[in-house]
């Protein structure tokens, strides 16, 4: 069982640069994949960067790509995204996530959150203009 604890999230205006951090229980931490998702209300919970367990190989969202860093330190159990240009569209609610056992860099794989077995409960990030 991994239990995922968001924080860092805010309040910012455009341009600006937030980091969020997800601190993570247990040691199957680091033996995955890890990722951040966003949702706003009403749309569909979006990828936005992953992670593979060690740290070597990262992937991400066309529209951050760029601008966002995700990053892992194994040794304090943490995962994090580091934004920068932060835009008003990059406002949503970030989700951490913790991927399954199985699990594949494949875009229609892990883009979807159902390759995903473990949730933090989400930090607000809103970007005014």
Not at 31 to 53: C, H, I, L, M, N
């Amino acid at each position: 069982q991994v239990q995922l604890v968001e924080s860092g999230g805010g309040l910012v205006q455009a341009g600006d640069s937030l980091r969020l951090s997800c601190a993570a229980s247990g040691r199957t931490f680091s033996t995955r994949a890890a990722a951040w998702f966003r949702q706003v209300p009403g749309k569909e919970r979006e990828f936005v960067a992953v992670t593979s367990s060690s740290g070597g190989r990262t992937e991400y969202a066309d529209s951050v790509k760029g601008r966002f860093t995700i990053s892992r330190d194994n040794g304090k159990n943490t995962l994090y995204l580091q934004m920068n240009s932060l835009k008003p569209e990059d406002t949503a609610v970030y989700y951490c996530a913790v991927a399954r056992s199985s699990f594949y860099f494949i875009r229609s794989l892990y883009s979807s959150s159902g390759e995903y077995d473990y949730w933090g409960q989400g930090a607000q990030v809103t970007v005014s203009s």
